[in-house]
């Protein structure tokens, strides 16, 4: 029988910082290596990640706790960005820092306390995110949100405060009940209400055709110069990884804004795939 198996096994995990890196690293990896499919992660996947995790750190999860968890990650990376489009909000893509002056991230935070941590500080995991959830999103106007990514069941991001304690393999997020909106007391309120709409609309268009003419397929400046700063691989393994890089550009700009550290690990976790023996 599987020891990954959730059957008879404690359906409560304790996540501490330290695992949740492991496993978003671990999962990254994956796809990195060109692991992936249309449905996302495959039980075997969500397996390896917890026979992984037990023997780094002596737990018992399984499978089932793995995926639970993730959706949490997901939750999270949706809020992130979500917040990047806040209203004076900047974004810098290498950091992963969403920044806000101070006049507007007081008024921000006034009304929304929630979410001081995603402001004027780096993202953490944000990287790893990108490269799990992030590669299979749809973008622009029309796109899905992303709460349904790489074969996850839709959960709810509106109400997303997260907790570390305890993880449960029914680690659903509840649906929140919305108020009914009030009807308008005025004409010239329901006027105000449908220029705002239409204002809006025209603004998520103008962006949706500014995005539709960017390239997609644009790498990092400077990839290869990258690649050359990691030490201890032969040049026909750079070149290969960075062939990797070229054919698939959202995990080259992943790679590209990961710390010199995350780096090294996923060139040499894709060498050692591709070249066992090697390192």
């Known amino acids: 029988m599987d020891s990954n198996s959730s059957k008879g096994v404690s359906t409560h995990a304790s996540w501490t910082s330290a695992i949740s890196s492991f496993m978003l690293s671990h999962l990254a990896n994956v796809v990195a290596g060109g692991t992936r499919t249309s449905s996302g992660f495959k039980a075997v996947h969500l397996n390896a990640c917890a026979r992984a995790i037990n023997e780094r750190f002596n737990?018992?999860?399984?499978?089932?706790?793995?995926?639970?968890?993730?959706?949490?990650?997901?939750?999270?990376?949706?809020?992130?960005?979500?917040?990047?489009?806040?209203s004076s909000a900047s974004w810098d893509e290498k950091k992963f820092i969403i920044t806000l002056d101070d006049e507007h991230y007081n008024g921000y935070i006034e009304d929304h306390k929630a979410d001081a941590d995603y402001f004027n500080k780096p993202l953490a995991h944000y990287g790893e995110m990108l490269t799990i959830f992030g590669s299979t999103m749809a973008t622009g106007m029309y796109a899905k949100d992303s709460s349904s990514v790489l074969g996850i069941e839709d959960v709810q991001v509106d109400?997303?405060?997260?907790?570390?304690?305890p993880a449960t393999t029914d680690d659903r997020a509840e649906a929140s009940s919305a108020s009914k909106p009030k009807k308008s007391k005025t004409q010239e309120n329901e006027d105000d209400g449908l220029i705002s709409a239409f204002t809006s609309v025209g603004d998520?268009?103008?962006?949706?055709?500014?995005?539709?003419?960017e390239p997609d397929n644009k790498l990092p400046e400077g990839l290869f110069d990258t690649l050359k700063t990691l030490p201890g691989f032969e040049e026909v393994h750079r070149l290969f990884y960075y062939a990797h890089l070229v054919a698939n550009h959202h995990i080259a700009r992943a790679f590209n804004g990961l710390p010199f550290e995350n780096k090294m690990h996923w060139f040499a976790m894709f060498i050692s795939e591709k070249f066992p023996g090697s390192t």
């Not at 737990?59 to 949706?78: A, D, P, V, Y």
Request: hydrophobic letters at 30%; charged letters at 35%; aromatic letters at 6%.
């Open 59 to 86: 737990s018992t999860l399984t499978g089932e706790q793995i995926k639970n968890h993730l959706k949490t990650w997901q939750r999270k990376f949706t809020k992130k960005n979500r917040l990047r489009k806040v």
């Open 159 to 165: 109400n997303d405060e997260e907790n570390d304690g």
């Open 204 to 213: 998520k268009l103008a962006f949706a055709i500014l995005k539709v003419t």
